[in-house]
């Protein structure tokens, strides 16, 4: 590791500084949509979209939309991600936005 490395951070150090607090606000939305029925949850799709067509971008619904996945997921699939899933698919997104 050189100099900058060590007082800046690698690449994926500095990624993974503006990453974490995502994770955090999915984290505390978990309460949230635990508390949505089947149907609310269905109707965040309908919202985002709204959101979306008003201007926000996906970077702003991304936590809300994560939160709400990760919550169906669990409720259908009996499947719950874990924060380093949470993490790979905030990656994705990044990588598939700079094309």
């Known amino acids: 590791m050189n100099l900058i490395e060590k007082v800046f951070g690698t690449h994926s150090e500095r990624e993974l500084k503006m ?6 606000k999915i984290e ?19 919202i985002f979209k709204e959101r979306l067509a008003n201007g926000e971008t996906l970077d702003d619904i991304l936590p809300e939309a994560f ?3 990760r ?3 669990k409720r259908v699939l ?11 698919g905030i ?3 990044q990588a598939v936005s700079l094309r």
Not at 30 to 42: G, H, I, V, Y
Not at 78 to 88: F, R, S, T
């Open 19 to 24: 990453i974490y607090p995502i994770v955090d």
């Open 28 to 46: 505390a939305l978990r309460p949230t949509m635990q508390a949505k029925t089947d149907e609310e949850l269905r109707d965040n799709t309908r």
């Open 67 to 69: 939160a709400t996945v």
């Open 71 to 73: 919550e169906a997921a």
């Open 78 to 88: 009996n499947m719950e991600h874990y924060p380093v899933q949470l993490i790979g």
């Open 91 to 93: 990656v994705l997104h």
